[in-house]
């Protein structure tokens, strides 16, 4: 992938697709793109929320792959938010 392709990837995402996510108080990721592929992951409250996980990722799907005919699927990596396992520590910690 050449440095043009991925920046506009880049800005795809962040036009299009981040702007969505935000009104949810979610976020992105991206991990990388092989063969077509492009690997995301959820941030914020996307991450492991089950409409993310299905109906988000199949709509990030389709407005990517009719953006860009070179990528074929959207692959989302499951990863544990930063911010989620604060919000965990506080709690089991009984901090305000």
């Known amino acids: 992938m050449s440095v043009n392709e991925l920046k506009k990837l880049k800005e795809f995402l962040d036009e299009v697709i981040r702007p969505a996510l935000a009104a949810h108080e979610g976020d992105l990721s991206l991990l990388s793109v092989e063969d077509g592929t492009v690997y995301l992951s959820f941030s ?14 199949q709509w990030i ?8 005919p070179e990528y074929r699927e959207v692959v ?3 990863t544990v938010d930063q911010s989620l396992l604060d919000a965990a520590r506080k709690i089991l910690h009984h901090d305000t």
């Open 44 to 57: 914020g409250a996307c991450a492991g929320c089950p409409a993310a996980d299905y109906s988000t990722k």
């Open 76 to 78: 989302i990596e499951h």
């Open 61 to 68: 799907q389709e407005e990517l792959c009719s953006s860009f």
